[in-house]
């Protein structure tokens, strides 16, 4: 059975006052063989918290009933607790919007999956890759192009101590796309086109300019007008600014231990992600959006088919990977998502393939869990507390999570 997982972080030094559970107004009832209740869920999203965890938020669908609830704290020098509906940095779930807007575009006949990417984008690619890579490999990562992260951002693949050094010292730099594909394609390639998966951030910023050729818009700017309001979702944006606006936790990198104690990285310009992570929305919003994908609100029947269509992914907390979701298979059956990771927070969030269930989680805290001698990541007691809640989220009080399940890292962040 498939287990989930992704990074989650820990409890940032001594002092830190951890908040109640904050439920949203309004009962979520447990019908029959149905849905979970509002104690349950609160229990569980405490225990997320009671692992170490900082803050963290939820909000869960089904049907018409709704609940939103929070743990924890947004700050942890001031103790101010969060809240549900908190806007937060989502990661790579941005990949499904960018991958919905694609095919929104395969649907009207302006781009074929196999459609090689000079065909789009003439000159962008090394003329080999340009003719072999196609628009559906960028999508579902079997393009063989390598990720930028690792350039963007060297310190990383340092010793103890340096990780912070490239994220503190782009806090504030503008990176545009072009810059981020070239350094992408600097890097070493990771096979043949088509040959294998092997996630890359890059493909996704390649979609972003294949977008903008295709629909003449700047590849937010479409995403906000054809995906984003049509999914009727208000608190989701592209931010145009460090700042976040609104209502927001503070997020914290502890980048595995290298960085303690963990440092506060909400204030950020996310160029460097684009369309492959930087996305700004709540756990409420996400669910709308993908109620409204798997319904059938913003792609068509054969574009929705495409979308779940998927390849051997990487074993690891991906099994397969469609274009832009990835299947997971619970206790009472499988959902359809993404996850995300950028500095400081991690993002999880789900679908049943009807669109009738939903749940998202975000977490104010990343690179928590401590690396093993060869570099994996240690159990944490986090790791269960999320599955726990996720399981009950969208299975209910009858669902069992599989044995031994636990939480592993999300690759490549965003």
Not at 194 to 221: C, H, Q
Not at 227 to 234: C, D, E, H, K, S
Not at 331 to 358: I, L, M
Request: proline share 7%.
């Amino acid at each position: 059975m498939r287990v989930l997982r992704v990074v989650v972080a820990g409890v940032c030094g001594a002092g830190l006052t951890l908040g109640a559970v904050a439920p949203a107004s309004g009962a979520f009832p447990t019908p029959a063989g149905g849905a979970s209740s509002d104690a349950g869920l609160e229990r569980t999203l405490g225990a997320v918290r009671d692992a170490g965890i900082p803050g963290v938020y939820s909000a869960v669908r089904d049907g018409a009933r709704r609940w939103a609830g929070a743990a924890g704290v947004a700050d942890v020098r001031t103790g101010r607790p969060v809240r549900p509906g908190m806007a937060h940095r989502v990661g790579s779930v941005t990949k499904t919007f960018t991958a919905v807007g694609v095919l929104q575009q395969v649907g009207l006949g302006r781009i074929g999956l196999d459609d090689p990417v000079a065909d789009h984008l003439p000159g962008l690619l090394p003329a080999d890759q340009g003719r072999a890579v196609t628009v559906r490999m960028l999508l579902n990562h079997t393009s063989g192009i390598g990720d930028y992260v690792p350039a963007a951002f060297p310190s990383l693949a340092g010793g103890p101590g340096e990780a912070a050094e490239s994220l503190d010292e782009h806090r504030f730099r503008r990176i545009a796309p072009g810059e981020l594909v070239r350094l992408g394609l600097d890097a070493p390639r990771t096979g043949v086109p088509g040959e294998r998966f092997s996630y890359s951030n890059t493909n996704y910023v390649l979609a972003g300019l294949l977008l903008e050729e295709v629909t003449g818009m700047a590849a937010e700017d479409y995403l906000t007008e054809r995906v984003i309001r049509p999914a009727g979702l208000r608190d989701t944006a592209f931010p145009r600014s460090p700042f976040l606006a609104g209502p927001h936790s503070r997020m914290y990198e502890a980048r595995y231990g290298d960085i303690d104690p963990p440092r506060d990285y909400s204030v950020y310009d996310m160029s460097w992600a684009g369309v492959a992570g930087a996305a700004v929305s709540t756990m409420e919003d996400l669910n709308r959006f993908y109620a409204a994908l798997f319904r059938g609100e913003l792609l068509g029947p054969a574009e929705l088919a495409e979308l779940t269509r998927t390849v051997p992914a990487d074993g690891g907390h991906r099994e397969s990977y469609g274009l832009g979701v990835y299947p997971v298979e619970l206790s009472c059956g499988r959902f359809w998502g993404h996850d995300g990771r950028v500095w400081g927070a991690v993002t999880f969030a789900f679908t049943s393939e009807d669109g009738e269930r939903q749940a998202a989680v975000g977490l104010n805290l990343a690179g928590y869990q401590s690396l093993d001698e060869q570099g994996g990541l240690e159990p944490h007691p986090a790791d269960e507390a999320l599955v726990n809640h996720l399981e009950l989220a969208l299975c209910g009080p009858a669902g069992t999570p599989p044995a031994g399940a636990r939480l592993g890292a999300v690759d490549g962040a965003p």
